[in-house]
């Protein structure tokens, strides 16, 4: 070979494929995401449910718009309005209906729901009321005991041995000034959040880390499905 010249071995050519209304979804405008223990795909649209099974199969569900997808103990359960449908075994079925509209779902140890009335507890085959909400929340992060919620520039924690909601507020604490559009806990127990000015990572206590401190964090905009939502995400954050 010539002086300069370089040849590498095999690998797998990346490609996107793009699915839209034209090729199998029931509606192009496609809010949600989840996947399933069995690798079904399920994609939640303003007009119903998709899901695409590991042998590349599509399949609907139509119950109107998903509000959140989430999958918990073999089950993805989906939120339509008040409604809570849950998928398992190929089966889709409706699971319980709420006085409210679903807002989300989290959890590792156990699983919950918030309304923009009440926070659920997953006990005994059913939700179960666990704790009032005094806000309207828009995302909801929840690892082991640690139970936090957003709601626009407000971030809120449960706290205290009688439970109440404590909402940090940037204009009263160290928290920069942002919107916040996504949450989610990494194993190491910090609260990422995505912002409409980049990603940040609360510690829990007083410490708040953002691109300033954190040059992996990104400046851009998150939106909800662009922050991880899986609790195996970390950063060595005692490193800094």
Not at 31 to 49: F, K, N, P, Q, S
Not at 51 to 59: N, Q, R, V, W
Not at 100 to 128: H, P
Request: hydrophobic share 40%; net charge neutral.
């Amino acid at each position: 070979m010539r002086k300069g010249f370089y040849k590498s071995n095999q690998y797998p050519q990346r490609f996107c494929e793009f699915f839209t209304a034209d090729n199998g979804l029931l509606s192009s405008k496609a809010l949600c995401l989840g996947a399933g223990e069995d690798g079904t795909v399920y994609i939640g649209t303003d007009a119903g449910l998709n899901y695409t099974k590991a042998d590349g199969s599509l399949g609907s569900f139509a119950c109107g718009k998903v509000n959140a997808i989430f999958s918990f103990d073999g089950v993805t359960y989906f939120a339509c309005g008040n409604e809570l449908y849950a998928a398992k075994n190929g089966e889709i079925a409706l699971f319980q209906t709420f006085e409210d509209e679903i807002i989300t779902m989290s959890g590792t140890d156990a699983l919950y729901l918030i309304t923009v009335g009440y926070l659920y507890k997953f006990e005994d085959g059913k939700f179960a009321k666990f704790f009032h909400t005094e806000f309207m929340p828009t995302d909801l992060a929840i690892r082991g005991e640690k139970i936090t919620a957003a709601c626009g520039t407000e971030f809120s924690i449960v706290n205290g041995k009688r439970k109440h909601w404590m909402t940090i507020f940037h204009e009263h604490s160290t928290m920069p000034e942002f919107k916040i559009n996504c949450i989610a806990f990494d194993s190491v127990g910090f609260v990422w959040l995505g912002t409409d000015k980049g990603a940040y990572v609360y510690d829990m206590t007083n410490g708040w880390y953002g691109h300033m401190s954190l040059t992996v964090c990104p400046k851009r905009r998150f939106t909800k499905s662009a922050l991880p939502r899986t609790a195996e995400l970390s950063f060595p954050l005692q490193q800094v």
